[in-house]
């Protein structure tokens, strides 16, 4: 089956911009999470959505925000990009529950990298 | 934070076993261990998780003390392949107050030849 898609994969903008980047889950999944990873603070949880309600929210400024629509695709949205945005911004998706019949883990994206001048 | 704390880098020649270490000390009853690799910046990818008892898949085992306090994942024979950061999480099996998946900083897996 497909797997999580995340466009675009490469962008430059500059300080001031606003940027929104796309995410499709995994077919039946429902959650949706999205994490920044840079070279100096790792992977940090942004955002998890499930059934178009943000349900947990990491540590990141208002600027930051995000949406999931009824057919569960994502979308996030940074406004008024300052240059420590520039990152790789990573989606994962999941079905909201472990049971037998599935194994509850993230499935990720290949990631959108964000430059920022 | 992070709920897990994993050794920031270790080695393993090619062929032998790699056991990456992971401490969950305060892990609760309802949390699942998982385990993810991520090489070159590509997405991390799911490798095996568990509850209270030692799972085993065909890239890897897991080991659960049984506190659940630490976990051990065993890579059997390692291969070149095998060199990415190794992430350990904790997180609830169940999602009805959703989740928060929390990374740590991994390990730094070097395999040489």
């Known amino acids: 089956k497909a797997g999580v898609t995340q466009t675009p994969r490469y962008l430059i903008k500059t300080r001031g911009q606003q940027v929104t980047l796309s995410c499709s889950p995994i077919?039946?999944?429902?959650?949706v999470s999205w994490y920044q990873q840079t070279p100096g603070q790792g992977l940090q949880f942004l955002f998890e959505?499930?059934?178009?309600?943000?349900?947990n929210k990491g540590n990141f400024p208002g600027r930051f925000s995000g949406r999931q629509f009824s057919n569960s695709r994502s979308e996030m949205n940074v406004s008024t990009l300052e240059l420590g945005d520039s990152a790789l911004y990573l989606c994962?998706?999941?079905?909201?529950?472990?049971?037998?019949?599935?194994?509850?883990?993230?499935?990720f994206g290949e990631g959108s990298r964000l430059t920022v001048l | 934070d992070a709920k897990t704390t994993q050794p920031p880098s270790m080695d393993c020649a090619e062929g032998r076993a790699a056991n990456l270490p992971c401490n969950h000390s305060?892990?609760?009853?309802?949390?699942?261990v998982y385990w993810y690799r991520q090489i070159h910046s590509q997405g991390p990818q799911y490798i095996i998780h568990?509850?209270?008892?030692?799972e085993t898949n065909e890239m890897a085992s897991l080991i659960i003390t049984e506190d659940r306090k630490s976990s051990t994942l065993i890579l059997p024979h390692a291969t070149l392949r095998d060199t990415a950061v190794y992430y350990c999480?904790?997180?609830?099996?169940w999602g009805g107050g959703g989740f928060k998946t929390i990374f740590g900083a991994g390990t730094r897996l070097f395999v040489k030849a």
């Open positions: 568990g509850l209270k008892n030692n």
């Open positions: 959505y499930f059934s178009e309600t943000q349900r």
């Open positions: 999480i904790v997180r609830v099996g």
């Open positions: 077919s039946g999944h429902r959650s």
């Open positions: 305060t892990i609760s009853g309802n949390e699942y």
């Open positions: 994962a998706s999941s079905f909201s529950y472990a049971t037998a019949k599935n194994r509850g883990e993230l499935f």
